[in-house]
């Protein structure tokens, strides 16, 4: 029996709400990594402390996501489930206990709206610190993943997750070398934004808060350069020079060659099992022209083999396993 304000958790509605989950938390696993390393540069707090929390539009979409996420975590007090006996269980307070001994405390950790918490903090040691605990909100992918593994038996399907999840690490990793460089440039004038300054021809000026390259250049910079490390590809135009972006560039590659074993094995995997009807097709085609031309049947007989059994005419290469049983039926001497 469904109890009031119950969700039964293979209902449509609730279908429709997982795909709008996923749809924020993609939004999330791509703007949060972002916001995060650029919530460290001086003009962004400048600007926000000027302007106020709604200045900039991505705040007010961050914190309506965070809005549905928390709306998300009071459905699933809600939503019914099936237990290990395979039965679905409608009683309210078992379907809290199973959610809280299960994800409501990573669902609680990635809903918590850390940009207002950045917006009352003064200082910039906390707004940076802050600003990191940020990326808490990439455990919304784990729900992803939950999802997403009903669909591992399809290869296209994991070819095209394989791609994504290839892109949103070489995102990832590209927030994070801006953010390095930015760390150590007030120590340094060998690291890689005074080298895309200078190559820009922008360069920085203390006097002046919003000198050298823009965001834009600075995030495509960082992509090309993570793109062309996980591929093992690099060009050396946009180069490691300190020893933190050194020892980072040494993580990248590493990574880049996990994903490679990883990614590379899948589609040879896929790859094997989309040829495989193929192969088997051939094989058999192999093993009736064998037939045709050991017993020397008549060319008349090559392109259609008769079923009296069925009735009807099947054309041999569309049907060569059918026209074997035939033969070994009424020849069995035959191979």
Request: glycine share 6%; aromatic share 14%; net charge positive.
């Amino acid at each position: 029996v469904t109890h009031a304000w119950t969700m039964l958790h293979y209902s449509p509605v609730k279908a429709a709400w997982d795909w709008v989950i996923l749809l924020l938390v993609l939004y999330t696993a791509l703007f949060t990594p972002y916001s995060a390393a650029f919530l460290l540069d001086e003009r962004g707090d400048s600007l926000r402390r000027r302007c106020g929390y709604t200045c900039n539009p991505l705040n007010v979409v961050d914190l309506m996501v965070d809005v549905l996420v928390i709306v998300d975590i009071g459905i699933n007090f809600r939503t019914t489930f099936v237990n290990p006996n395979d039965e679905v269980v409608t009683q309210p307070w078992k379907i809290a206990v199973h959610y809280l001994k299960g994800w409501f405390a990573i669902d609680l950790v990635a809903a918590l709206p850390f940009d207002l918490l950045i917006f009352r903090s003064g200082s910039d040691e906390m707004a940076t610190l802050i600003g990191l605990l940020k990326t808490a909100r990439l455990l919304r992918l784990v729900r992803v993943a939950r999802k997403l593994d009903r669909y591992s038996e399809y290869g296209a399907a994991v070819l095209f997750l394989l791609m994504c999840t290839f892109v949103l690490i070489a995102h990832w990793l590209a927030c994070i070398w801006y953010a390095v460089g930015y760390v150590e440039r007030p120590y340094t004038e060998t690291g890689w934004l005074d080298n895309l300054a200078e190559q820009l021809g922008k360069a920085y000026n203390a006097s002046e808060p919003g000198s050298g390259p823009s965001a834009k250049d600075y995030y495509i910079t960082a992509l090309y350069f993570t793109f062309s490390s996980l591929t093992s590809v690099g060009f050396g135009n946009v180069s490691p020079n300190t020893n933190s972006e050194k020892l980072f560039s040494i993580c990248v590659m590493v990574i880049g060659s996990l994903m490679y074993a990883s990614i590379f094995g899948n589609v040879s995997a896929i790859i094997q099992r989309l040829y495989s009807g193929t192969t088997r097709y051939h094989t058999q085609m192999l093993r009736v022209k064998e037939f045709i031309r050991f017993h020397q049947i008549p060319s008349g007989l090559r392109n259609h083999c008769a079923c009296p059994t069925r009735g009807y005419t099947h054309p041999l290469w569309r049907h060569p396993q059918l026209s074997l049983l035939h033969h070994s039926r009424y020849h069995p001497g035959h191979p």
